[in-house]
Nanobody
Framework: VQLVESGGGLVQPGGSLRLSCAAS????????MTWARQAPGEGLEWVSS????????YYSDSVKGRFTISRDNAKDTFYLQMNSVKSEDTALYYC????????????????WGQGTQVTVSS
């Protein structure tokens, strides 16, 4: 199984960024997927989850109304559209099959990508 994140970078406060996660080696359409993040010196934080057929999406309070999770099962890829970003969104963003709805959010639970860095700064 391989999960590969992309789309991170430096963005100004109030700006937008779109993260992608390409999956291989698993039945993607059967897996709920999650974005989690880790800020410097902090633990893993659940950000958002989407169920396997995209009928349900969930967000942490810290990103609700600003971020949108989506997926394209035909492409084995899911996304995180980040709008109105804030400095506190600065973190390493992971895509994972674990950490669904924030449960068992640990790197040894499920499959994880290597992460993509998002830095919000003027």
């Amino acid at each position: 199984v391989q999960l590969v994140e992309s789309g991170g970078g430096l963005v100004q406060p109030g700006g937008s960024l779109r993260l992608s996660c390409a999956a291989s080696g698993l039945m993607f359409s059967r897996n709920h997927m999650t974005w989690a993040r880790q800020a410097p010196g902090e633990g893993l934080e659940w950000v958002s989850s989407i169920d396997n057929d995209a009928t349900q999406t969930y967000y942490s309070d810290s990103v609700k109304g600003r971020f949108t999770i989506s997926r394209d099962n035909a492409k084995d890829t899911f996304y995180l559209q980040m709008n109105s970003v804030k400095s506190e969104d600065t973190a390493l963003y992971y895509c994972t099959t674990g950490c669904y709805l924030g449960s068992w959010c640990q790197l040894h639970n499920g499959f994880w990508g290597q992460g993509t860095q998002v830095t919000v700064s003027s």
